[in-house]
């Protein structure tokens, strides 16, 4: 789901409970498409499942920010 600032949405993406949230990202964020014009500088706030070089890559490619918590590896 595409949410303001306010938490209103914008868009979304339906999809079965238990599929993964990562490869829905692209198809949530063609929900921005129809709303125009962006602010300069969009801030996309995911979780720690979306901490990927691909989701980073697919978010600069498309002129936004990312922000999750980094994945820290686990103490051996």
Do not use: C
């Not at 238990?18 to 921005?32: I, K, M």
């Not at 498409?33 to 996309?44: C, F, K, M, R, W």
């Amino acid at each position: 789901m595409v949410v303001d600032a306010r938490g209103i949405p914008l868009g979304a993406v339906a999809a079965t409970a238990s599929r993964p949230n990562s490869p829905l990202l692209e198809a949530t964020l063609d929900t921005l498409a129809g709303l125009s014009p962006l602010p300069d500088t969009v801030t996309v706030h995911l979780d720690r499942g979306y901490d990927s070089g691909l989701t980073r890559q697919r978010l600069t490619e498309r002129g936004l920010v990312g922000e999750s918590p980094r994945v820290e590896p686990r103490p051996r």
